[in-house]
C-alpha cells in the first residue's frame, strides 16, 4: 500500500508501482522473508486487489488493500 501511495502510476488498469522490485526485494524491504511475501502477494491476487508480473505490481483496489492491511 505504501509503495503503491509514494510511487503509483495511474493507468488504465489500475495504479502501478512505479519501481521495479523483485520479490527477494520486496522481503528485504518488509523485514519478511521471501517465500512470506510470495504468500501475501498471492492472496492479494486471488482477491482480486493486485496484478504482479516479472518486477512489476499494479493495484487494481487501494481501498480494498488499505483494509486488508488494517
Avoid: F, N
Amino acid at each position: 500500500m505504501e509503495l503503491a501511495e509514494r510511487y503509483g502510476e495511474q493507468t488504465s488498469t489500475g495504479l502501478r508501482v512505479a519501481l521495479p522490485l523483485s520479490q527477494d526485494e520486496l522481503a528485504g524491504w518488509t523485514g519478511a522473508s521471501r517465500e512470506a511475501v510470495s504468500k501475501a502477494l498471492r492472496t492479494l491476487r486471488d482477491r482480486g486487489l493486485i496484478e504482479t508480473g516479472r518486477r512489476r505490481v499494479v493495484v487494481h483496489d487501494l481501498d480494498g488493500l488499505r483494509r486488508r492491511a488494517r
